[in-house]
């Protein structure tokens, strides 16, 4: 049992292993979206292993719907394309300084 991964993750391992905030991690697990249980006199949350891989697994089967039911589309790049670049001409006046008359 040496290698084999724990049977609970903490809130703060769990976005660790997804790579979000501990609040993000709290939301999904408030709303129900990620299961876990509360433990002890404090109340901590706990996300079993298996919950936690489950997530994942629905997380990457809603993902490919979404794809399939949005294509990515040439015109779809073109505005990504124009909002980054907005984004960093936006960014680039704000950094500018402000030079007095």
Known sequence: MAGSPPRFYGLADVAEVLNIS???????????????????????????????????ANAYKSTKQYIQEHPYSSDEHADSERQQDEFADSELQRDEPVLDS
Do not use: S
């Open 22 to 56: 501990l609040a993000q991690v709290y939301a999904l697990v408030r709303r129900g979206d990620l299961p876990a249980i509360k433990i002890g006199g404090r109340g901590q949350w706990r996300v079993e292993h298996t919950e936690l891989e489950n997530y994942i």
